[in-house]
């Protein structure tokens, strides 16, 4: 992805691989629904500051799933 939004902290888990493989799905699949809930909010929203709040909430949830997804994968080819 892009260069990180600016103040831009990671304050999840980092380290994935200690995760379950159920805990992985579970988080997966709330990532998911959060974008999906961020998206539809963006939808009835306007102004330049809601803009930029839900730009950087999408960025960081599409980062962590992107993450996470990396590791599903990796966990795949195992």
């Not at 539809?40 to 997804?69: I, K, P, V, Y």
Request: proline share 1%; glycine share 6%.
């Amino acid at each position: 992805m892009a260069g990180r939004p600016v103040g831009w902290e990671n304050k999840g888990v980092s380290d994935f691989s200690v995760l379950s493989s159920e805990e992985l799905a579970r988080r997966i699949a709330i990532l998911r629904d959060n974008i999906r809930q961020i998206t539809e909010q963006a939808t009835s929203q306007s102004g330049a500051a809601d803009e930029e709040r839900n730009a950087e909430r999408l960025w960081r949830q599409n980062d962590e799933l992107e993450n996470l997804l990396n590791e599903q994968d990796r966990r795949n080819k195992k």
